[in-house]
């Protein structure tokens, strides 16, 4: 888990932005958070590690070059995920990750989508 982090994920989503969408960003992004808060219990951060390690991985059931159906895949893991775990996404977990999201989307953020997003947990 040492060389799981927030920049490797964060190189991850610029090298495919063009792709993803504002939800598969601030998915990526809540999970994070989740995973690095302490009172994510253990078998939460083992869903949130699978998601995120499915997520940055090269060897994918959908190959992530092919726009647009190549991430649903990853953007439906990561939903199912969220959903798995929402019990421990508090408002510091979603603040933290609506911040780093305005910054990566350059303030360009789609306050629908966070809100449907929002709207899963």
Avoid: H
């Avoid at 040492?2 to 495919?16: A, V």
């Avoid at 190549?70 to 969220?82: K, Q, R």
């Amino acid at each position: 888990m040492d060389d799981f982090s927030l920049s490797k994920i964060i190189k991850y989503l610029k090298r495919y932005l063009t792709q993803l969408s504002t939800q598969g960003v601030y998915a990526a992004l809540l999970l994070y958070y989740s995973w690095s808060n302490e009172n994510t219990p253990a078998w939460a951060k083992k869903i949130i590690v699978g998601a995120l390690a499915y997520f940055v991985s090269p060897i994918d059931a959908i190959p992530d070059l092919t726009p647009f159906i190549g991430m649903t895949d990853d953007i439906g893991l990561m939903s199912f995920s969220l959903v798995t775990i929402a019990c421990y996404i508090n408002d510091e977990v979603r603040d933290k990750a609506y911040k780093r999201l305005k910054i990566i989307m350059k303030n360009e953020v789609d306050e629908d989508i966070v809100e449907d997003v929002n709207s899963w947990l």
